[in-house]
């Protein structure tokens, strides 16, 4: 058991270190590059780096050969370890890949994007649930997953092939796109992922499940060390990197720790964000409208196309509180997922 855990808190540690020493280095690398984004809620719109989800990828990518190394020399991994491990750090690195497209789209002038404009363009609607579709090749190529799953009133369910070839791809497809859609506010997307990831972190632990145990581990560290950079006055933004990536790493860790039906209640937040933003047709911003007195206003009314939109309907919030009333609601979830779970219900 104290080998086990080194297992996990030393690639955890050195995904952290090696996260925080990238995202500075990307800090000025991307805005001399041009590589960067407006942050909308200040009195006066500032320009930021953005794609600090690369930082973030790269150590968990790390993190996962930091344990392929010490399988390879010095201990004995968990059976079939080795290659569910390298074909989900391929599939976070193709997907980091194709957010890193769309951050990159950057215009000299502003140009519409969803229903505001911006100097951001990125990819078009339709591209993004194309390309996300490599990050699941691996995973497919390598049958990841049980194809066995206790499904809530019908018990167990085996979806053979079905497993692999359809549902997984969506699910990628899905969770890397859904991820993407709540946003825009400094703290909000790193902390609802560590709040996630801390969710099947705990589940894997005491479900005794090693690789959901690992690859949670090396989500939240990264996040971790990201995380003070994007706080309030953040330094840089996340970008659609680190929402791909984040989604891609949400999907491995429930297909490879067995907590699919856990892990869509721990997304659930996600999941109503995606149908309030299909009632405008994806054409939304989950931005307010600033007034005087730094407190943001909702940008359509008493009509609701994001969970932020509620937030700010229902009182008078500044950026800060959004993303603290949004990260108590993600862990809201998680409470009701374990509470499901310990009662048997999934």
């Keep these: 058991m104290y080998s086990s855990f080194l297992t996990v808190i030393i ?3 050195l995904a952290f270190a090696v996260t925080v020493i990238s995202t500075r280095f990307l800090m000025t690398y991307l805005y001399g590059a041009g590589i960067i984004a407006e942050d909308r809620n200040k009195k006066k719109p500032v320009k ?11 150590g968990m990518i790390v ?22 491990l390298l074909a989900t750090a391929l599939a976070i690195t193709l997907i980091t890949f194709v957010g890193f497209l769309d951050d990159i ?31 699941a090749l691996p995973l497919i190529a390598i049958n990841a997953g049980v194809s066995s799953m206790v499904v809530p009133f019908l018990g167990s369910v085996n979806l053979g092939l079905i497993y692999p070839l359809i549902i997984l791809p969506l699910a990628i497809i899905f969770v890397s796109n859904s991820f993407n859609l709540l946003g825009g506010f400094d703290g909000l997307q790193p902390t609802m992922a560590i709040i996630a990831g801390v969710g099947l972190f705990v589940y894997s632990v005491f479900f005794g499940n090693y690789m959901g145990t690992l690859l949670s581990g090396l989500l939240v560290a990264s996040v971790l060390a990201f995380l003070p950079f994007n706080t309030y006055m953040s330094k840089i933004i996340p970008g659609d990197s680190f929402t791909y ?9 429930m297909v490879m720790g067995n907590a699919e039906i856990f892990g869509m209640i721990v997304f659930m937040p996600w999941i109503i964000e995606f149908f309030l933003h299909l009632r405008r047709k994806f054409k939304v911003s989950d931005l307010g409208i600033l007034q005087k007195d730094g407190t943001l206003s909702a940008p359509y009314g008493k009509r609701i196309y994001s969970l932020t939109h509620l937030i700010m309907n229902w009182k008078r919030v500044n950026e800060k509180e959004v993303t603290l009333y949004l990260s108590f609601i993600g862990a809201g979830f998680v409470i009701l997922a374990f509470l499901l779970k310990l009662s048997g219900l999934i």
């Design 63 to 84: 993190g996962i050969l930091v344990y392929t190394f010490g399988a390879t020399f010095v201990f004995t991994p968990v059976k079939d370890a080795l290659p569910r």
């Design 48 to 58: 930021v780096p953005s794609s600090g989800g690369v930082a973030v990828s790269f």
């Design 245 to 253: 990536a984040v989604g891609a790493a949400l999907v491995a860790i």
């Design 105 to 135: 789209n950057v215009k000299s002038e502003r140009v519409k994007s969803t229903d505001r404009m911006d100097i951001r363009e990125g990819l078009k609607q339709w591209q993004k649930p194309v390309l996300t579709l490599v990050g």
């Design 11 to 13: 690639p955890s540690i």
